[in-house]
């Protein structure tokens, strides 16, 4: 079975590049086509992500789907928060049987934060213990409850972790059990700060994680000061430097000083051992992707 692109792309050896498309709060496939559209080409892959900060969206399978009929690669993001593990496991076939090679495996961001915060919540699984059930399907052909199956799933199994949340020191060990559990790369929340990344990835070295997984650094354009400094000050599990800030303060052209930012961030970023890629996250302005990529030296893509 052929394996997905971006799994190609990263046993190459060549500096991975994914990004996100956000499916819509409705039933329009034109949005996500729109979308997939700008993105075409730029990226090895493109995270569907699934009901973002609990706010419901067209299903991230679906919009995958659309988004493989426009020539893109999909990586559909799953979270545990909505759906029980018959629910997960249900889905993760469903996935398989429509070419859905990629899976990013989330515990999910809390029902109180979206706009049905009345919703329950089920996490009958957390993110760990899906990565684990997506590598017995793959490995074993094997349901969580041990049954078996005839023709198992080819998965490139995927995680989150985020170096800038507390404790810090706790931050590898996390990493290390969704390793151990099967996933095959890891993308990082936005890097803003580089020295406490720098200080991860070292730490992930020691731990020889970095021979284990392909770590995708997350790059972030913040369009403003303001939203810097609101980041800076109320999104939890964010480090942003006084430094991003006032430079985004005191530009004359604040959203052309964040693409510059981005362009800056991702060739320190290459510069790190164990860093194999980098995630772009241009949440509503997919518009400076493709910019973001030519000016960072990644244009082309190469081919799998």
């Known amino acids: 079975m052929m394996k997905s692109r971006l799994d190609q792309i990263l046993q190459s050896g060549h500096f991975a590049v994914t990004a996100e498309i956000g499916p819509p709060k409705s039933c329009d496939p034109a949005f996500v086509e729109k979308k997939a559209d700008i993105l075409k080409g730029y990226a090895d892959a493109f995270n569907i992500t699934d009901n973002q900060t609990a706010i419901v969206r067209m299903s991230s ?26 629910g997960l ?32 919540n089920v996490f009958d699984l957390d993110s760990i213990q899906l990565i684990k059930a997506v590598k017995d399907l793959r490995d074993e052909g094997r349901f ?6 005839k023709v198992k799933p080819d998965f490139f199994i995927g995680c989150v972790e985020n170096p800038f949340a507390d404790p810090f020191e706790f931050r590898v060990l996390r990493l290390q059990k969704k390793v151990e559990a099967g996933a095959d790369f890891v993308q990082t929340q936005c890097v803003l700060e580089m020295n406490r990344f720098r200080e991860f990835m070292q730490q992930a070295h020691d731990q020889g994680l970095t021979e284990r997984v392909a770590v995708l650094a997350g790059v972030m354009p913040v369009k403003s000061g303001k939203m810097a400094r609101y980041m800076q000050k109320n999104v ?11 430079r985004l303060e005191k530009a004359h052209d604040p959203q052309e000083e964040a693409i510059n930012i981005v362009v800056e961030q991702i060739a320190e970023l290459r510069e790190i051992p164990g860093v194999k890629g980098v995630h772009i996250m241009a949440v509503a302005w997919e518009e400076a992707v493709p910019e973001i990529i030519r000016r960072g030296g990644l244009f082309p893509r190469p081919s799998a």
């Open 61 to 86: 399978i679906a919009a995958g789907v659309l988004v493989r009929q426009k020539g893109l690669e999909p990586v559909i993001q799953m979270t545990c928060r909505d759906r029980n593990r018959i």
């Open 89 to 120: 496991q249900s889905d993760l076939l469903g996935a398989a049987a429509l070419g859905i090679k990629n899976v990013l495996c989330l515990t999910g961001d809390h029902q109180s934060f979206g706009n049905h915060p009345q919703a329950k």
């Open 144 to 149: 969580i409850c041990g049954e078996e199956m």
């Open 236 to 246: 939890a599990g964010m480090m942003v430097p006084d430094e991003l800030c006032d």
